[in-house]
């Protein structure tokens, strides 16, 4: 089945130590997204691949960087994780132009920073 | 700032019955507005959508009103099911590419 796949489901890192969360998809579709979700809050776009070209939200900190190496594959590295980046980070895709039904969502990466 | 706002976090309904959940948005350039649904431990899916031209999308037992004027859409479903329990977060676009979300309403149906 063609799917958005999140490695790793959970992950634990030390505070200040860099870590990195992937995205692939089998969708084909040229637009990825990162979004951070933290408790009964409402996911928080970061931002977003439109095929290579890279959109960074205005309040996304310098922190989170991005990478797309190819169609399928999106990276989301946070460079010194901070206990206020504990959250559920969700990738997502979509065909440009048409939401149709939006996105398709992976099941997410749960950060844990130590 | 937030454009699109779930103001109930919680709501309980029994089996058989209407659920209702509400969403209601600032920026009147959304023109297309989704439903989706969570599980625990999984990521979001799609429910159901409405685009600004119409007032009513019906899907099965799923039904999303859009009033513009009031800027408010509300998702209902009958009859509610366990099954139906879940978070379900509505969000809303401008241009497609860029939805923005609510925080979400966790709905428990009671056997």
């Known amino acids: 089945d063609a799917m958005v796949i999140q490695n790793p489901r959970y992950q634990v890192t030390q505070f200040g130590k860099p870590v990195t969360l992937s995205c692939s998809q089998t969708l084909n579709h040229n637009v990825m997204y990162w979004y951070q979700q933290k408790s009964s809050q409402a996911p928080k776009l970061l931002f977003h691949?439109?095929?290579?070209?890279?959109?960074n939200e205005a309040d996304t900190p310098d922190n989170f960087q991005s990478r797309r190496p190819n169609t399928s594959f999106c990276f989301l590295d946070i460079r010194s994780p901070g206990l206020g980046d504990a959250a559920m980070y969700l990738c997502?895709?979509?065909?440009?132009?048409?939401?149709?039904?939006?996105?398709?969502f992976g099941s997410g990466t749960r950060l844990t920073v130590v | 700032d937030q454009q699109v706002k779930q103001n109930s976090p919680s709501l309980s309904v029994q089996e058989g019955r209407i659920s209702i959940l509400n969403c209601d948005y600032t920026?009147?350039?959304?023109?297309?507005f989704l439903w989706y649904k969570k599980y625990p431990a999984e990521g979001p899916t799609f429910l159901i959508s409405i685009s600004s031209i119409k007032d009513k999308n019906e899907d099965g037992r799923f039904t999303v009103f859009l009033n513009k004027s009031a800027k408010h859409l509300s998702l209902h479903i009958v009859p509610s099911q366990p099954g139906d329990s879940a978070v379900y977060f509505c969000a809303a676009s401008y241009n497609f590419n860029k939805f923005y979300f609510g925080s979400g309403t966790k709905l428990n149906v009671k056997p």
């Open positions: 920026n009147s350039m959304f023109d297309y």
């Open positions: 691949y439109y095929d290579k070209d890279f959109n």
């Open positions: 997502a895709t979509s065909r440009v132009g048409r939401g149709g039904s939006g996105y398709t």
